[in-house]
């Protein structure tokens, strides 16, 4: 597939604004859960469908949008992942979802719209863009939060979210204004930028760069931005908690990633501290508290801070190994977080000792959940220890002089599995009767599928470079 | 900090004659709006007050990229462009915001944020 | 024959997932034959090409790519040599025995736990298959962890005691720290080299610094200290007896203990290159040798002494790798391996009789009782204690020159502790099988001899251990030096140490000697008078001896033992458990603190964040400064 700067990626986004208003008007015409539901997947299947078909080049939407978009590899990979995911989580998860209130359809058509925005974050070669993607994205995920109207924490998480992203959303702006002022451009290329930074404003490309980037850790929840992670993800609707952290988390480190190629501008200033400053915070914060944490779903709140912390290695380090090993942790990562997510959900206590015993009571899904811990967790022979592994094996290969942070690195790593080894000590090896909502055995079929395709990419991570990225 | 105090009164001595007075005048203002909303966001406890100053923050960068486009790129329009966008969006998210007051005031009846701590640690 | 290497790990693979997916509906009997058999089928095709291997050599076999990207490529492949097929015999060979045992053992369990059981043991056989045979670090990596996560679930198998869990983690947590400096290794070679293959690495050393090589040989080190139990982390392996008994003789004595011999016996080349990392080693080893083997005399659990014997061992084998002796080292893995598991088994048989009691001061004349397992328990004491012509004897003796060559205070002090060894071993000999039964009637009168399941390991464990030495009888004795000559094309660095006959034979005396002083006294003490509260009465009797008895508990007992209690007590209480639940309680504490942050206030964690912002712009700003103050000062 060539590259094409003129030509979008067309189609997904295209698509994902169309199937979220079907589907919004959907919810007038069909009533029940089911039809809901089902109309939901045929749609999903619809956007996979075209968004596969502009990647092996059969049919796609041509629209000139003059830069503002730019098709890579490395985005459609993205596509492919977010929607293949969205696929996943709906078909695992899409029965708790019309049953947290009584707009089903409504639900799934502001999922579509955040993946509109998301696809976008992942061509967008202009901050505009960039800012319409994010805010596309994280508004309908407001609602999302407060959708649970009768329970108080999801109605505090959503205002929490929207106070605290609106703040985000400022300091964005007030970057872009920035670099604006200091070049002339919204374009993101890193040549055009350095030439054009006017000598007199120096100082408003850097400080423009800084403030993007503060507020997109923001939206990545990297540390000491990480605050509204665990209130929200504790208050919203598990199933909205597994969409955010998985799905719109990807979506922000496709952003990130993109907004680095400006790294290369010569301003004078380095990310040199910053970075292994966040890192280290963020690696802190989310290990450390994480610990401390009664409640499964707060701990894993936390432990996807932690992930943000080795993710953000990918920026530190932009080398190929670097960026394919981003490829493979988003993967890994969401495989794994939906998976465990999707036994939460059915969970009718959230806190570890919900979890006693779960081993005798739903050997299914106590043993698919192990497998997904031990991912996150980082164990070898699943996809979660060669996420790890490409991460710092990407900052060695930068420079042997990073060995400290790699150490850190895994010294938090270990951590981790002090507060995950209690999920499965709880399942496995505690005394209790857990209690789980209705399982059907189409759930069971795709966690055990959900745990095989870790155990497989684990066994063989170049697999999955090979078949969508190659 | 100080080098950045030094940068930003450096633009007085500008070679851009009166623009760049005016300039330095505008961006004065925009900072300082920026900072009041800033501001507002960790001192009030009222939801409404609270919208009000990401408003705030959000118009200071709108006449920051007014400002910007007329005094330093006025062959294009993209950055008025932009400050359209950026109302639109702040619609929306007003919108999405009152919607989430409103239903907060009826299940807490009451619209002060330090009265919403049900989820810490 | 080579195209059913890839069986030997896969058999005892699909073992786990039959075993573990139909653990309820499968008969105990099915599953034992299932688990057992898996084995017994390694075993034979190990046997196969182990007579292949000795005949053409060992060879690579490449399966697929792990990970190709950019020019790091690591090959899924496994490396079948003179060292590894020698392991793959000794894993397979005690592990089938030691399944076979365990079909008797575990059989009060219910259906369930059975098939739980032996799914975890077949698990832990295959990830100790994988360790063995990868051509690479990458694949040792993943047998290292999975016999690590194998461990930690059998040690927890009675999960309904707490402190079982406890110890579980314990072990599993101790074992990840180690992992790290074998992590770190591992990426330090890709930095440099960007090859993991043994061949590539060994071929590429002069691409390292010898600061590289050093700091690469230590890390490994600190790997091996995790997983085969060397100061400073060795605590958790007496804790691990918490599992069942077949358990702690496969996995705590005869198999992942040695892994860590085994990687550093695999990395001879690195390690013969870098002068400290060998003493460390060497002194690492020879301090675990002697502090194990002084804190096994207080003990008074039959497994905890084996516990600490078999820490006191591994330390015997570090000794022989930091002195270049790598053949004596896996030697010395393999006869400690026969005559371990042999004492482990027959600990078993007789917590079996005994109804899972433990406690040595219970047991006493159990000779009558259990002839088999006295015979076979006995014949492992001599073996451990070094008498020839028993297994122990030949390791220990090649380990021991290899040390005197290298500096005669290493042999001094490994004679120390094989004096001590000999002396623990018998006294545990003596209390548990001499003298008079000390326990309930209840427990009298249900004595019997193990069923047969278990009498077969413990002889054919018995038998290795006797002849087992004679695979390497050194020249001076009139033999060959066959596993010498068999492992060199794996071992090329191996120090050769040149010494005259008489000194030798010197050594050899001077060690048996001791040994046998040693046996002496322990079965002297306490076959007549163990070592009980209430024993005082009985020392009228032995009032003529009253002398002797009086001076060898003053000389040689009484230091010996507050010396021991003094190791246990202060430094492993105080200093290395301390060390390492301080880690814990730190990571605890500033969890407790930086959940104050998260107040549930919205404004305040506005405000944190515009000053993190400022902050972050002021670090911004000041870059160049910060840097050059770090570069300057570190």
């Not at chain 1, 985000?168 to 204004?177: D, E, K, R, V, Y």
């Not at chain 3, 022989?320 to 004492?343: D, I, N, P, Q, S």
């Not at chain 3, 008079?436 to 290795?464: C, D, K, Y």
């Amino acid at each position: 597939m060539p590259e094409r700067a003129e030509l979008g990626v067309m189609n997904a986004i295209i698509f994902s604004a169309l199937i979220g208003v079907v589907m919004m008007l959907g919810g007038i015409v069909i009533k029940s859960n089911a039809g809901i539901k089902l109309l939901a997947i045929i749609l999903l299947f619809i956007l996979l469908g075209s968004h596969l078909a502009e990647y092996y080049d059969l049919f796609n939407i041509h629209i000139q949008t003059h830069g503002m978009l730019a098709k890579s590899r490395f985005g459609m990979f993205f596509n492919t992942i977010i929607i293949s995911l969205t696929l996943l989580y709906v078909l695992l998860s899409g029965d708790e979802i019309v049953k947290v209130g009584t707009y089903g359809a409504e639900y799934f058509a502001l999922i579509f719209f955040s993946l509109c925005g998301a696809t976008i974050l992942s061509s967008y070669n202009n901050l505009l863009m960039l800012f319409l993607g994010v805010e596309i994205m994280t508004i309908p995920l407001f609602v999302l939060t407060s959708s649970e109207k009768k329970n108080l924490k999801s109605n505090e998480a959503g205002l929490k979210y929207f106070l605290m992203g609106s703040f985000s959303t400022g300091i964005l702006l007030m970057g872009i204004a920035l670099y604006y002022g200091g070049t002339g451009l919204f374009a993101i290329e890193a040549s055009k930028a350095a030439n054009e930074a006017q000598q007199a404003f120096r100082i408003l490309l850097p400080l423009g760069l800084l403030f993007i980037f503060i507020s997109l850790s923001f939206k990545v929840s990297a540390a000491p931005f990480h605050f509204w992670t665990p209130d929200v993800y504790d208050g919203a609707p598990s199933v909205f908690t597994s969409f955010m952290a998985t799905i719109v988390k990807t979506a922000g480190f496709i952003a990130f990633i993109k907004l680095f190629e400006l790294r290369s501008v010569d301003m004078g200033y380095s990310w040199k501290i910053l970075l292994p400053l966040i890192i280290i915070l963020t690696l802190l914060a989310g290990n450390i508290t994480a610990v401390f944490q009664q409640s499964v779903k707060r701990m894993l709140a936390y432990s996807s801070i932690a992930h943000a912390g080795f993710m953000l290695f990918a920026l530190y380090n932009p080398n190929d190994f670097g960026k394919q090993g981003i490829m493979l942790y988003t993967v890994a990562y969401s495989l794994a977080t939906i998976g465990t997510f999707a036994v939460l959900t059915k969970m009718k206590d959230y806190t570890y000792e919900g979890y006693n015993g779960l081993a005798k009571t739903k050997p299914v899904l106590a043993a698919t959940n192990t497998i997904f811990i031990l991912s996150l967790a980082g164990i070898p022979l699943t996809a979660g220890f060669f996420a790890k592994y490409y991460m710092l094996a990407s900052a060695l290969k930068e420079s042997t002089s990073n060995l400290w942070l790699v150490i850190v690195a895994v010294l938090f790593a270990a951590v981790s599995v002090y507060y995950y080894f209690r999920v499965i000590q709880a399942m496995y090896f505690k005394d209790g009767n857990a209690e789980t909502t209705e399982i059907k055995p189409f759930f069971k079929t795709l966690l055990i599928i959900i745990a095989a395709l870790i155990i497989v990419i684990g066994l063989m991570p170049s697999l999955l470079l090979d078949l969508f990225y190659a | 900090m100080i080098e950045l105090l030094f940068h930003i009164t450096a633009f007085k001595s500008l070679p851009l004659g009166e623009v760049g007075g005016a300039l330095t005048h505008i961006i004065i203002l925009s900072t300082a709006l920026f900072f009041i909303g800033m501001y507002g966001l960790f001192t009030r406890r009222n939801m409404i007050t609270m919208l009000m100053s990401i408003e705030l923050m959000l118009n200071s960068v709108n006449i920051n990229f007014v400002a910007f486009n007329k005094y330093l790129y006025p062959d294009k329009m993209d950055g008025i462009f932009f400050s359209i966008f950026i109302i639109a969006i702040a619609a929306a998210e007003a919108a999405v915001a009152i919607a989430i007051i409103i239903n907060l005031y009826r299940t807490h009846k009451s619209i002060d944020v330090d009265d919403v701590t049900d989820l810490k640690q | 024959m080579n195209q059913l290497v890839y069986l030997i790990p896969l058999l005892p693979l699909i073992g786990f997932l039959i075993n573990g997916l139909l653990r309820k509906s499968l008969s105990k009997s099915v599953i034992a034959i299932i688990g057992s058999g898996v084995i017994l089928a390694s075993f034979v095709i190990s046997l196969v090409l182990f007579f292949q291997v000795k005949s053409s050599g060992g060879q690579i076999i490449n399966y697929f790519n792990l990970i190709n990207l950019d020019k790091l490529v690591i090959p899924f492949a496994f490396q079948i040599d003179q060292l590894s097929s020698l392991f793959l015999l000794i894993i397979t060979g005690i592990g089938f025995l030691i399944h076979l045992y365990s079909a008797a053992y575990m059989h009060e369990e219910t259906n369930e736990h059975y098939g739980r059981y032996f799914a975890y043991l077949n698990l832990f056989v295959f990830s100790m298959l994988l360790l063995v045979m990868g051509a690479n670090y990458v694949i040792m990596f993943f047998g290292w962890e999975g016999v690590g996560l194998c461990s930690y679930l059998l040690i927890g198998f009675w999960f309904k005691n707490d402190n079982y869990n406890y110890a579980a983690k314990k072990a599993f947590i101790m074992n990840r720290i180690g992992d790290l400096g074998f992590l770190l290794a591992v990426f330090w070679m890709i930095a440099k080299i960007g090859t993991v293959n043994y061949t590539d690495v060994f071929a590429a050393t002069s691409n390292f610094s010898s600061a590289d090589i050093t700091a690469i040989t230590i890390l490994l080190f600190i790997g091996a200290m995790g997983k085969s139990a060397q100061i400073p982390l060795y605590t958790w392996l007496p804790d691990a007896m918490a599992g069942p008994t077949p358990v702690s003789a496969l996995i705590h004595a005869a198999t992942m203990v040695t892994a860590g011999i085994y990687m550093i016996t695999r990395s001879n080349i690195l390690y013969s290159l870098s002068e400290v990392t060998q003493h460390l080693v060497a002194i690492v080893g020879l301090a675990t040798a002697l502090f194990a083997a002084t804190i096994a005399i207080k003990q008074n659990d039959i497994k905890k002494v084996l516990a600490y014997s078999t820490v006191s061992q591994l330390g015997y084998m570090f000794l022989g790798l930091g002195v270049g002796a790598y053949t004596g080292a896996v030697f010395h893995v393999m006869t400690h391996a026969f005559f371990k598991a042999l004492l482990f088994l027959g600990a078993g048989s007789v917590i079996h009789a005994m109804h899972h009691e433990q406690d040595m001061r219970k047991m006493g004349g159990l000779k009558k009782y259990l002839p088999i397992t006295h015979i076979t328990f006995l014949v492992g004491c001599i073996a451990i204690s070094g008498i020839p012509p028993f297994s122990g004897f030949f390791s220990k003796d090649e380990i021991l020159a290899a040390a005197y060559a290298k500096n005669p205070i290493y042999w001094g002090i490994g004679v120390a502790t094989a004096a001590l060894t000999a002396f623990y071993m018998f006294r545990l000999y003596a209390t548990t099988f001499l003298g008079n039964f000390r326990g309930s009637h209840e427990q009298a009168h249900h004595l019997h001899e193990s069923p047969s399941a278990m009498t077969i390991p413990l002889i054919v464990l018995a038998a290795l251990s006797v002849v087992g030495g004679f695979f390497n009888v050194p020249e001076v004795l009139g033999g060959h030096s066959s596993l010498h000559q068999f492992l060199s094309p794996a071992i090329t660095s191996e120090v050769v140490h040149e010494a005259s006959h008489s000194t030798e034979y010197m050594l050899m005396g001077i060690s048996v000697a001791v040994a046998v002083i040693a046996i002496v006294i322990a079965i002297n003490k306490f076959s007549k008078k163990p070592e009980l509260q209430d024993a005082q009465g009985f020392a009228k009797v032995l009032e003529n001896k009253w002398y002797v008895d009086e001076l060898y508990d003053n000389i040689i007992v009484k230091p010996l033992n507050s010396l021991g209690s003094f190791f246990k007590n202060i430094i492993e209480r105080r200093g290395i458990d301390g060390m390492v639940n301080g880690v814990g309680k730190l990571v605890n504490y500033s969890a407790r603190q930086l959940r104050l942050l998260q107040s549930g206030l919205v404004g305040g964690y506005i405000l944190f964040m515009v000053l993190a912002i400022i902050v972050l712009i002021y670090v911004w700003i000041n870059d160049n400064h910060i840097l050059s103050f770090f570069y300057k000062y570190f």
